[in-house]
């Protein structure tokens, strides 16, 4: 496993190497001891699946609100999308900086994705599928969002944007009062 830092503090996007032979391949994709390497200690309690049937379909920008915060460590497994992450950590360097990258079957990459961030992706092909390894119970009453759109983010999207859920295409405007996620329990 290579964990290669994505430029905002704590996230990295995740190679990992299949073993062949003749029957196909084997690949590890959770190793408690590799993964300690970048300081996860976390236990994960949920496991998600989500399937997307269209290209350019765009679900996110989601986060849960400390203290119920959760790390993601998130893979393609059928398709290719691009996936983006937001750092609404508040004094953090990169505080409302996004990233995207490619996650497909084909390059089995993943990203792992501390507390403090929303995630969202847009489908680059039709008929998608994502696992999800989640560090925290699924909460509703405490779901946070911003728009895929928001103009304080401005995250450039590969294609127009398609089948937005009623939820993501409601989520508030940031504004400048917006002083983002308080993850360090500060005083
Ligand atoms: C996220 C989630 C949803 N649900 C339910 C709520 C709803 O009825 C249905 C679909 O939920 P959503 O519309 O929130 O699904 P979706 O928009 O795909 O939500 C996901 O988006 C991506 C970007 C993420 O990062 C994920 O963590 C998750 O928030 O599944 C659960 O039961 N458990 C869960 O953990």
Known sequence: MKFIPTGLEGSYEIDIFPIEDERGWFV??????????????KEWVQMNHSFTNNAGTIRGMHYQQPPFSEIKLIRCIAGKVFDVIVDLRRNSETFLKWIGIELSAENKRMIYIPEGFAHGFQTLTDDC???????????????????????MVGIKWPLPAKNVSERDGNHPLLDKNFEGLNIYNEL
């Open 28 to 41: 590890r994709t959770f190793c408690k001891n590799e993964f300690a390497e970048i300081g996860h200690s």
């Open 129 to 151: 599928q994502l696992i999800y390894n989640h560090s925290e119970y699924y909460k509703p009453g405490v779901e946070g969002g911003i728009k895929y759109d928001d103009k």
